[in-house]
């Protein structure tokens, strides 16, 4: 048992990142790339895409979890929505101006998403994120924004996590604060006096690396009413949780509304397209901003779009996502109990993180993880993930299974196991 794990072959994957090398630096860069995961045994190519599945370049196929780490509600390839984006793409995407999609999808958004009288669209969440820290200074002349730390907002040069390349004045006027802590943020606020333009917050806590948390109402309502009262600007990052806790803004949840709103991942299930969402107070703020990009405005995306509203509009995708989300972590919770593991699941049950308690230097996550990835299950050691629409009971079952084997066999080989060799580059990130 104690070399249990299972050995898919990743020939392929490894030809393709041998090359990908000589002309990409490192390979890989951002998020999707895999170097501080188990080296050896996550793919970084695939193939293809169905339902609730991925195909790596070697014809593995796996359960998947990180839903292209967001993008995925409704399955890979859904049907109705490739359609539209087909149809609009044979018609016409890029073109010389936007299409009636862009006023449809706008009409639609406004009108599912409360505190929301306008709407702009983009490509990414950094596009989002960044159009929205210039609506909050053009609307208030002011230049002191407060984010919580650890928090991701994107990867421009003012709020990219590692900041080689980055000089001070790009991350200038920042303040940051504890999430949840209301003394740390009115600290922030104080420092910030009446140069605040705006407050970032996000609807639930989901850092990397540690155990995601909700949100105090306490500290939500002082975001609301420090902005309230300095005519500053609440902004709510929703690019990760969008639409996968609530069919209106997830900060309804917290009892408070933004000013602005920012989206992504889901909009056009997996087809590239963000927005930012605002309130009439700042429409004025919005008109004055000069921001663009030459496909931003593309159709096809847009009509992926406004049928991903109608179906979150009127699908019980939400309803399934939380009853199967339940069913995952009460059954992985029984099958770590009993294996002895002190098994942490942390944050929405829609967007699970998997931890282990007393694991410092995650050894036990990083073998846990291989030996799901070996039994054909993707889940991530330190990223929330994702459930989407296509899952069904039987992958519920199929994951509890896996986690079972999975579980048994880090308890054959968890003496021998040493601290992963990615720790150093993943504690350097950590620490910053």
């Known amino acids: 048992m104690k070399n249990s794990l299972i050995s898919y072959p990743l020939h392929h994957d490894e030809q393709l990142r041998a090359r990908a090398r000589k002309v990409i630096p490192n390979g890989m860069y951002g998020h999707l790339s895999t170097m501080l995961l188990p080296t050896g045994r996550v793919p970084q190519f695939f193939a293809r895409g169905e339902g609730a599945y991925v195909w790596d370049t070697d014809g593995n196929r796996y359960l998947d979890y990180m839903c292209a780490y967001g993008p995925n509600l409704f399955g890979y390839g859904q049907p109705e929505v490739n359609a539209a984006f087909v149809e609009q793409m044979q018609a016409g995407d890029v073109l010389t101006g936007p299409g009636p999609a862009m006023v449809d999808l706008a009409e639609n958004m406004t009108g599912m998403i409360g505190h929301a009288d306008w709407a702009m669209f983009c490509k990414d969440g950094t596009d989002a994120s960044s159009i929205a820290l210039m609506i909050a200074r053009a609307h208030t002349g002011r230049r002191k924004i407060i984010r919580a730390r650890r928090a991701y907002h994107g990867s421009a040069s003012w709020c990219t996590p590692i900041r080689h390349g980055v000089i001070a004045e790009d991350t200038a006027h920042q303040i940051f604060c504890d999430y949840n802590d209301t003394a740390s943020l009115q600290a922030a606020i104080d420092e910030a006096g009446d140069d605040l333009a705006a407050i970032f917050v996000t609807p639930f806590q989901h850092d990397t690396f540690a155990p995601q948390a909700m949100a105090d109402p306490a500290y939500m309502r002082l975001a609301r009413d420090a902005c309230d009262r300095l005519d500053a600007v609440l902004i709510a990052d929703e690019i990760r949780c969008g639409f996968r806790l609530s069919r ?185």
């Open 248 to 432: 209106d803004s997830a900060m309804t949840l917290n009892g408070v509304a933004p000013d602005l709103s920012t989206w992504g991942k889901v909009l056009a299930n997996g087809h590239p397209l963000s927005a930012v969402l605002g309130s009439d107070r700042l429409r004025a703020a919005a008109a004055s901003i000069y921001v663009t990009g030459s496909y931003w405005y593309g159709a096809a995306a847009m009509a992926a779009a406004n049928v991903t509203m109608r179906l979150i509009r009127e699908t019980p995708y939400l309803e399934k996502l939380s009853r199967l989300g339940e069913a995952l972590r009460t059954g992985l919770d029984e099958v770590a109990t009993r294996h002895g593991y002190a098994f942490q699941q942390t944050g929405p049950v829609e967007m699970p993180l998997f931890l282990f308690e007393g694991d410092p230097d995650m050894r036990l996550g990083y073998r846990w993880t291989t030996e799901m990835l070996a039994r054909g299950i993707y889940v991530h050691p330190w990223h929330n993930m994702f459930l989407n629409d296509a899952m069904t009971e039987d992958d519920i079952a199929q994951t509890i299974a896996a986690a079972n084997e999975s579980f048994a066999a880090l308890r054959q080989c968890e003496a021998e196991l040493t601290a992963p060799p990615e720790l150093a580059i993943l504690r350097k990130m950590v620490d910053h």
